[in-house]
Nanobody
Framework: QVRLAESGGGSVQAGGSLRLSCAASRSISNIITVDWYRQAPGKQREAVATITLDKRTSYTDSVKGRFTVFRNNAGNTFYLQMNSLKPEDTAVYYC?????????WGQGTQVTVSS
């Protein structure tokens, strides 16, 4: 069992930055991917960024060049650095960990970007 807890959300003006953190309840050695998702009101949840076990990263087009996903070496804390935020980035952000047998989700953290 793995519990994930996001933090770092909040309200910011357009152009600002936030760093989201996702703390796992234990060190995880068999991660396949760590994914950040977001869900805006009235919209489907969408994948935003992914980092693999060997630290390869990928991003949805709308955040490329602005968001960076990374993790600590202990394998228990994951981050999403968000720069040059736009109002359309407003959403609840979730971290998710894919293990060989299961996917775990955090509870989400609200990010609100005002123009």
């Amino acid at each position: 069992q793995v519990r994930l807890a996001e933090s770092g959300g909040g309200s910011v003006q357009a152009g600002g930055s936030l760093r989201l953190s996702c703390a796992a309840s234990r060190s995880i050695s068999n991660i396949i991917t760590v994914d950040w998702y977001r869900q805006a009101p009235g919209k489907q949840r969408e994948a935003v960024a992914t980092i693999t076990l060997d630290k390869r990263t990928s991003y949805t087009d709308s955040v490329k060049g602005r968001f960076t996903v990374f993790r600590n070496n202990a394998g228990n804390t994951f981050y999403l650095q968000m720069n040059s935020l736009k109002p359309e980035d407003t959403a609840v952000y979730y971290c998710s960990v894919q293990l060989p047998s299961m996917r775990y989700w955090g509870q989400g953290t609200q990010v609100t970007v005002s123009s």
